[in-house]
């Protein structure tokens, strides 16, 4: 299948990849375009027929079979020959060869031969640099990475590295690198730790984090590679759409340029969409992905504060089932005909405003959303007098972000917090739509069989798994399941002091921050002395997750340790049997939990993991069948609750899946019905 895009007419150099095939760029054969504003070249979008439909699901059952062109034994080996050579060279020499090199890949493009020499200069300058060799299975990755895959690598294979090969690749061809990474943090650690490497193969990098100002974001997106977080990347595209208004094409754009004198080029911050490599794309891909980026603006007749505490009284007097039913999976409160009758008695006393029906019931459904489904701690904190969101998946917070439609100044009202002037919307889109825009797109993460197949029918990416250099020394404990949380917590005590007589460092993980902050008081009542990594001390990650690893160390942590975090042992732990993880609650998806587990038993290391959890837990009460489960679990044995607990996790993985599915369909419609008036976004 070839889909069009605007610039297939411009032609730089062919991009070829080992074994003789074209690169892929987002499905088409595509030649590189210039890097620069006025063409901020990108995927046209599309909608694929239900012919393609059918064609793209039965290739995803056979795409493990795609893979095999990628020939990766003898790449490899061709790598492996050609590094004797380069070690007997002297750093200026290899500099030489470097610059030889980019020339080369910009008059014939990615071929299977300069692509071999690529990876065997970048190795010996990594190993020269940063003391640090690419093992044979991170050169199989880096070769994935090159063919539009998403390569699944064991946690703590170094994916980190494994990255450089790639984006120095594409970087040193002339092609613009965004490498996309899930949060702040391992955003800036990687760029820090990876820009020696870069800058002896003449690369600058630069980085993109939240609070950046517009030139510090616009001089990091004109280096040849840009880590990036990924909501920061999305939200700087949105502004960019914003700038330009209506006009969006590069014709239009490159006419602006020659007759006006300021063009609006000049207040642009990406170049396009060239090369996109997602760390986390499990993450990043697919759970974020429910939820679409909005930018928006001031909106000048913002509500005022007591019709606000109206509405929260008039919903803390509302009765459930009666007046409304509230659907944990979904999210979603519905209002019954005898809420709606209630709050419109109640209400026509109120003023004009209230006698609106969509208004009415909709602050109310809004209202009952604040106080039953938005908790402190959970799903945001209370800082400085001000409402901060935290992040479902990266247990992190984000400042500069509010919800929509009065919810995050009903919240507001809820917590006694200065109220904010409501947003609407001025650009948005959906994470789906955003990255099948990159005209090369791929991926790294070490948990991506649970979702191969969303990966393909919604990206057109394969999965690889990669082996790992070493194998897996982990051992996975059995699960226990006990009545209720406060058993838990002692059990989760019991367990620490055990592992800490040993000398074992502890990492115990939890899925919030209220969570956190619980099971820390049980901590302190225990005389078990620890550390707390969670949203409000994020300003010391670095420094906790460095001590994680340290003999007798007990590390509480929400799933802000659950991704890319690396714990480094002590010296003498790994005779001590290495790192303990004890996982406190499961999460909406496996995938979350094995990358707790993910933090122990990395690159050969001995670690050891278990779960604690109990019938409390959101996870099952949260269930469509909570009640059923409630009075079933007395007589339930411990096979049965486990095969419960996996049901309950799949339940919301499926849900959310066609939640996703959901979102992806309308954003595309949404545009559809946005071009007829020659808008965007």
């Known amino acids: 299948m070839k889909f069009s895009s605007p610039y297939e007419g411009i032609k730089k150099h062919p991009w070829t990849l080992p074994g003789n095939d074209i690169i892929m760029f987002g499905h088409s054969l595509f030649s590189h375009p210039p890097a620069d504003h006025t063409l901020r070249p990108e995927q046209a979008d599309r909608v694929e027929t239900s012919v393609e439909g059918v064609v793209y699901g039965v290739l995803g059952k056979v795409q493990p079979l795609l893979n095999l062109r990628l020939r990766p034994a003898r790449f490899i080996a061709q790598v492996e020959q050609l590094v004797p050579g380069f070690r007997q060279l002297s750093d200026g ?19 299977p031969s300069l692509v071999a020499r690529s990876f065997a200069l970048i190795r010996e300058t990594s190993w020269r640099v940063l003391g640090q060799r690419h093992y044979p299975c991170q050169l199989h990755c880096g070769l994935a990475l090159l063919h539009n895959t998403v390569a699944e690598m064991q946690t ?57 100002t517009e030139n510090e974001r616009k001089k990091s997106y004109l280096c040849p590679i840009t880590y990036v977080t ?18 969006i094409g590069p014709l239009q ?37 429910r939820t679409p980026l909005i930018i928006s603006g001031n909106d000048d007749c913002g509500e005022e504060r007591h019709h606000l505490q109206r509405a929260l009284r008039l919903a803390q007097a509302l009765m459930a089932p009666q007046d409304y039913t509230i659907d944990h999976t979904r999210r979603h409160i519905r209002l019954s005909k005898q809420g709606k009758a209630t709050i419109k008695n109640q209400a026509k006393n109120f003023g004009p405003l209230w006698q609106g029906l969509v208004w009415r019931e909709g602050i109310i459904t809004q209202a009952l959303a604040s106080l039953h489904l938005y908790h402190k701690d959970e799903h945001y904190l209370l800082r400085e007098g001000k409402i901060e969101i935290i992040d479902a998946f990266t247990g992190r917070v984000m400042p500069d972000r509010s919800w929509e439609q009065g919810l995050h100044q009903l919240i507001e009202v809820k917590e006694g917090c200065a109220l904010s002037q409501r947003r609407t919307t001025l650009a948005q889109i959906s994470f789906q739509r955003f990255f099948r825009r990159y005209l090369h797109l791929s991926g790294m993460t070490g948990t991506a069989s649970e979702v191969r197949r969303e990966l393909w029918t919604v990206y057109g990416l394969p999965t690889l798994r990669i082996p790992p250099h070493r194998p897996v020394q982990r051992i996975t404990c059995p699960t226990e399941i006990l009545p209720t949380i406060s058993q838990k917590w002692d059990a989760v005590i019991k367990r620490v002091q055990e592992e800490q007589s040993k000398g074992r460092p502890v990492l115990i993980g939890t899925r919030s921050v209220a969570a956190s902050e619980q099971l820390k008081r049980k901590m ?15 300003a010391t990650e670095a420094q906790l997750v460095a001590s994680a690893g340290k003999k007798g160390n007990i590390t509480i942590a929400t799933n802000m340790a659950g991704r890319g975090t690396d714990i480094k042992l002590e010296s003498g732990v790994k005779d001590l049997g290495g790192l303990h993880v004890i996982l406190t609650e499961r999460h909406e998806a496996m995938r979350i939990d094995r990358q707790l587990a993910g933090r122990c038993g990395r690159q050969g290391d ?23 489960i409630n009075r079933l679990r007395p007589a339930l044995s411990s096979c049965a609750g486990l095969w419960l607990l996996r049901w309950a996790q799949r339940s919301l993985e499926n849900f959310h899946a066609r939640m996703r599915t959901e979102l992806f369909r309308q954003d595309q419609k949404h545009n559809e019905l946005l071009s007829f008036s020659g808008r965007q976004e």
């Open 253 to 289: 754009t490159l006419a602006e340029n020659l007759y006006r004198k300021t063009s609006r080029n000049r207040s642009l911050l990406l170049r396009g969409l060239h090369f996109a490599l997602v760390d986390e794309a499990d993450s990043i891909l697919i759970d974020e992905a």
């Open 606 to 628: 001995p670690g050891s993991f278990e779960e604690i959890v109990s019938w409390e837990d959101a996870l099952f009460q949260e269930t469509p069948a909570a009640d059923w």
């Open 93 to 111: 020499q290899l500099r030489q060869e470097v610059l030889a090199l980019e020339q080369k890949l910009h008059q014939n493009g990615l071929k």
């Open 230 to 247: 990924n909501k920061e990347l999305v939200f700087d595209y949105l502004r960019d759409r914003l700038t330009l208004g209506e006009q």
């Open 156 to 212: 703590g294979e170094g994916k980190t590295l494994t990255a450089t090969l790639a984006a120095a690749t594409v970087a040193l061809a002339g092609m613009p690198v965004h490498v996309v990474s899930v949060n702040d943090y391992l955003t800036t650690r990687d760029a820090e730790e990876m820009g020696p490497l870069y800058r002896a193969l003449g690369l600058e990098v630069g980085h993109v984090v939240q609070g950046m």
């Open 524 to 538: 302190e009542q225990a005389g078990l002395p620890h550390q707390l990594l969670n949203a409000r001390h994020d």
